[in-house]
Each structure stands twice: as structure tokens, then as C-alpha cells.
């Protein structure tokens, strides 16, 4: 290649640009955050605008110990993630299932949460302002945590048939970073629904 | 398949069955097919669009019209907006973009394939969504067919009392679905311009083609995104009982107006920023001089990108916005203006002094040039929010929209398609009816539009059926619809140009217009592998220091 260059006179160095996966999940991420930008954007603007009840004070409580598991679980795939590049599959499997096991809890948590609300409060999307918002925006979320958990097992069937190994170490970290993202967004979601908005 | 069941075809490589050979289109992951499945679709809802809106120029023609039911009327100005927005402009913009970027940056394709194809069929299956809503859009309630609530379906307009049947939830299906389909694109472009680039082809040596792209989509992530949002939530009212934008429940018909114009503001410069891209590659090449002011236009191009995430509310200022919203707003907008004049000052730059050569794609993007100074100095006009107040939803807004988008976007796009039509399908377009193209669709564009704002400062407000003799608008009128015409019949030049060009044209040779950048340094059209060699680069113009060894542009870079 350099033999047919002649007329250039700067050699050109070596040549690195950054992993297609990692830049094409950043969009991603970028792209869903201004969609729950929006999303949140309408929970803040109907606060206290319902014209009947039930209030986010007289219904909801902090769910914090689900909360504690997702946290975590951003944690226990970070570390998956690290074996994995380091080329210990044991370790990495075992925090890849802690993972999932953390993510089903939560979506356990929100069933939970949900079932209380419609049954208990009489809270459904369709009874005011914040039942529209409270629902979509948390099933927002939920429905990314579902999806994340979706791709989550099929990563720990082909683990668990041994055909995840360090080659596979930069796809699992475009993964990670998307459960990141389904995190953070709930790190959103909670201090606005259930600490600030309540 | 032995080619003796076929006439034999003079001097063709294996003619294969037409299954075959439609197969091949229809599962297609190549960057340079997916391009043309763009542009082809584009064109063909060009086409329906056009009519869309010749129905309407007829019936308003003159006084009194009845031509179309006013029910037919309302559909054909919703889908005709509709149409030429989500199913014309952006897929053309998508597919040129596809088709041209990874020959600039010397890719084999772009970084997601396959992300490409399942871009294109959502983006084409969103398209057909909203057309069969004339057989669908009925359902049980038989109250009309095609949604007729305007391309932004205001609320409530758009809520299930006031809009029964589907109409419109094949709208809001068909833009969900859709754009879908374009956040897939956009992240495609960042990621193959983001890595995919061959050697030494820093960022700021990258064609302005590239760059411009670039900005583009990361501005469809964020802009487009909001009116998928806006769409789910629509549909939340209309399918779960939702009150997102149900006033009596306390919901806001205002909120809905700021989501779609979240994304309808920056939507406008998503169209014109990949149209300014054309500008930056054609108007260089035909004044012989390499483009003025390089780090300017990118630096001007992004400016505009985040300025224009803050001015959609001069949209809204009719509806009885604060005196802070106001001013904020007409600021804003007006601050867009600075980077665009920049940007117009820097064509204008490349021109100067240049020998420039007058031909089809240049008669296009000179007349982009006079039409985006003319449809920004009307916008300039309609910031200022007093002023506004008087002639919002009038013709005037129609008129100074239709500049930006006809005498713009559509123009650039006429200067693109002859511009890079020889290195597509390796034949030149006729210049001949190119001319006759240009001159005819100039006529009628500036008939329509040009007139079209006396109307508007008359007081005739858009989006009605029809209007009182006693206005005096008649002669206005059928002259804005003889110009429609004169451009109905330049389309029609151009459709028979690119047919006719294909089977009969001159054969265009790697590099018919001696420029500079990649695309023109391999076969017409390129070989499915682009490059047999991967390129490296020296300078913003590759081609330039190939073709003049012993004055290369990577001395003075």
C-alpha cells in the first residue's frame, strides 16, 4: 500500500477509530433519552393537574429495595463484563445470571407495585393525569428493563452452551452499556416519581 | 436458466430471470441498492404528492370551486404534507446519504448492513401504512378514509371523539413506524462516518458531504425521536383511555403543539443540512476552486444544528405564548440565521473569481442559492413574533415553507440527481432536457410561489376549501395554479430525462465532471466491493493530488 503512495508526503500513521458497536449504541442512547425526555417531560408538566384522584402522595410508595437490586445489577455486569475480557467465562457467568436475576426482581417489584396500585387504588392509565403519565413513563422503562432482559438470557444460553468467550468480549460490552443506560434511567425516574414528584 | 430460453441481449453480461433479478432487490443489505430503493421510492411518492397537490391547487383555482368535497379537500392537504415530509424528503436525503458517504470515505458499506435494509422496508412499509388508510381508514365507524386533520394533528383534533375510525391511527402508526426507521439510518450514518473511515482520512480532511451528514444525524436522534414519543403517547389516548392531551381531564392541547414542534422545527433543518452537503460538493467542482471557508462550514453547520433545537416555538406564537417565550423565541430564530448567512457567504465565496461552468447540476444549485436567501429573508420576516401574529396560517407561511422546501430542498436535490445520476447508473442525464428541466420548473416554482405570498398578506388563511368571490383573490389564485402546473410538466420532463438517460445517455466514464472526491476515482457505477484497493488520503481532495502529482493539495493542508 505504501509502495503505490509516493506523492504523499506525510506517511500516515497508524490508522484507529473507534468500535462501530460502541459508537452505534451511543446513538441508541442518545435517541432513547430524548424519547424518555420527552416522556418525563410530560410526568413533570401534569403534576398536581388531575382533576380526580388518586395523588402520587396518597398512592405511591418508594420502592426502594427493587431499586437497591437494579442499582446493583449495573455493578454485577460491569464485573461480568471485566472476566469476560480477562477470559475467566466462569466468573463471567455467574455474574452475567446474577444480573438477570437482579433485572427479574425488579420487573418482580414493578408487577408487584402495579397489582397494588390497580387493585387496591383503583389506579389504572386510563383514571386521570397521573395514571397516563405514571404508567407510561415507568412502563417505558419497564418495557427497556424487559427488552435488556430479553437479550440478557439469550447471551446466557449461548453461555451457558460455552460458546461465549473472549472473542465475544466487545459485543458484551455494547450490551453492558445499554443496561447502563436502563439504569440511569431509572435513577431519573425514581427521584422525579417517587422522591421529588410525591 | 440457460440463456437460450431468453432473447439473446446485445453485448449484457448473463441476463438473468426477472425473479431473480427482483429477488436480489427485494433482500438487498448493499449500501448502493438500499440508496436507489430510496430514491426510487422517493420519487414514486414524489409522484402521488404532486398530484396531491395539483387537487388542491384545481380546487382552489378560483372562487367557489367544486372540484373536490371539502372532506376530500382536508385528506388531500394532510397526506400531501405528510407525504412529502416523512416519504419524499427524507427518504431521497437517506438514500443519497446511504448511496454516496461510504464512497466518500473509502467503505466497503456501511457499518450495519443489514440495520440498512431493516431501515429502508420500515421506512417503506411506514409509507404504505398511511396510503392504505383510503382502503382501511374507515373501519367500523365509516367516517372517512385518509387522515384529514393537517400534518401536525393538533390536539384535540386528533383524539378518538374527533377523529373516529382509523384515519389517524394510520398516521400515527405509519410516522412511528418510520421513524423507526430513520433513527436506525442515523445511527447508521454516525457509526460508518465514525469508524469506517479509510486511511488518513481525518476528520477534518472528510468530504463537507460527510461532515454535513454527520451533523444531520445526530440531529434526526434527537429530533425525531420527541415525535415518536408524542405518536406513543397518542395512541395511549387513543387505544388505552389515556388523557395525555384530553383537555377535559385536566390534559393540554398546548403540550402536543410543543412535542410536534420539537421535532418539526429541527425536522426542517435535518431536510436542508444534507441539501446544504450537495451544495458543498457540487458548487466547488463546477467553479473549479476548492470550497471556501472549510472549518467555517463545519463549525456553522453545527451551530445551526443546536441553535435550532431552541426555536421551535415560533410556531406557536399565535396560540398566547408570555411575552419571555416570545422574545426568546424570535431571538433564537433569528441567531439561526447568522450561521446559514455564513454558510451563503461561503458558496458565494467559492463562486467568486472561480471559471464557472454552467451546467444542469449548477443551474440547480445557483437557484438553490436565490431561492434559500429569499425563503430565509421571508423566515427572518415571520421570527419576529408581532409580525407573525398577523400572518401566521395564512398563504404567506405556505409560501415562505413552500420556498424552503421546493426552492430549496427540491432544488438541491434536482442539482444532487444530476450531479451523481452518471455515477449511479453510469450514464449522463441529457442536458439537454436538463435545461428544459430547470428552466420550466424555475418558471412555474416562482409563479406559484412568489404570488403565492400576496394572498397570504391579503388575509386568504391556508387550509381552506374555498373562499368568497368578493375577496379578490381569483386571478392570485389561478395564476399559483398555472405555475403548479408548469412545474407538473418539468417533473415529468425529468421523469422522462432519468428514463430515457438510462437506456440512452453517454456513457459517463469514471469521473465526467473532474472532481475530487473518492466516488469518482472507481467504475460507474461501482463495482458491488466499491474499492479493489482500499484508498488512502492526503488531503480534503483525494483525486486532486492523484490527478496533479506534482502539486498535491496535502503540501499546503
Known sequence: MSAETPSFPNPVPAWDLPSRGKVAMAGLIVAESAIFTIFVVAYLFYLGKSMTGPTPREVLEPPIFY?????????????????????????????????????????YGTAQEWQR???????TISTNLFG?????LVGLHGFHVTAGLIMLVVVALFGLSGRVGIKQSGRIEVLAMYWHFVDAVWVVVFTLVYVLGR | MSSNVITVSVGQTDAKPWVDELHQWLTTVDHKRLGILYVV????????????????RVQLMHSHNNFVSPEVFNRMFTMHGTTMIFFVAMPVLFGLANYLIPLMIGARDMAFPRLNAFSFWLSFFGALLLYFSFLGGSGLYGAGNAPDVGWWSYAPLGAR????????????????????????????????????????????????????????AGMVLIAITPLSAAQIMLLIDRYLGGHFFDTQAGGSAVLWMHFFWIFGHPEVYVLIIPCFAFMSEIIPVFSRKPIFGYPVMVAATVCIAFVSMSVWAHHMFTIGMNSYANSFFTLTTMAVGVPTGIKIFNWIGTMWGGRIQFKTPMLFSIGFLFQFLIAGLTGIMMAASPFDW??????????????????????ALFAAFYYWYPKMTGRMLSEGLGKWHFWLFLIGFHLTFDVMHVPGILGMPRRIYTYEPSRGWDTLNFIISVGAF??????????????????????????PWDAWTLEWSISSPPAPYNFAMVPTVASRRPLWDEKHPEDPDSRYE
Open chain 2, 41 to 56: 421510492s422517493a420519487l414514486m411518492f414524489l409522484l402521488i404528492g404532486g398530484v396531491e397537490a395539483l387537487v388542491i
Open chain 1, 67 to 107: 431499586t437497591i437490586c437494579l442499582l446493583s445489577s449495573s455493578l454485577t455486569i460491569h464485573l461480568a463484563a471485566k472476566f469476560l475480557a480477562r477470559g475467566i467465562t466462569f466468573a463471567f457467568l455467574a455474574f452475567w445470571l446474577l444480573t438477570i436475576a437482579l433485572g427479574g426482581l425488579f420487573l
Open chain 2, 390 to 411: 398577523q400572518l401566521s396560517l395564512s398563504y404567506f407561511v405556505v409560501a415562505h415553507f413552500h420556498y424552503v422546501i421546493v426552492g430549496g430542498i427540491l432544488f
Open chain 2, 486 to 511: 408548469i412545474q407538473a410538466l418539468a417533473i415529468l420532463v425529468f421523469v422522462a430525462n432519468l428514463i430515457v438517460s438510462y437506456f440512452k445517455g453517454d456513457k459517463a466514464g469514471n469521473d
Open chain 2, 161 to 216: 371523539a374527533f377523529s373516529p375510525g382509523h384515519s389517524s391511527d394510520y398516521w400515527t402508526l405509519s410516522l412511528l413506524v418510520s421513524g423507526f426507521g430513520s433513527i436506525g439510518t442515523a445511527i447508521n450514518i454516525i457509526a460508518t462516518i465514525l469508524c469506517l473511515r479509510c486511511p488518513g482520512m481525518k476528520l477534518n480532511r472528510m468530504p463537507l458531504f460527510a461532515w454535513l451528514n454527520l451533523v444531520m
Open chain 1, 132 to 136: 397516563t403519565t405514571y404508567y407510561s
Open chain 1, 117 to 123: 396500585l390497580i387493585y387496591e387504588h383503583g389506579l
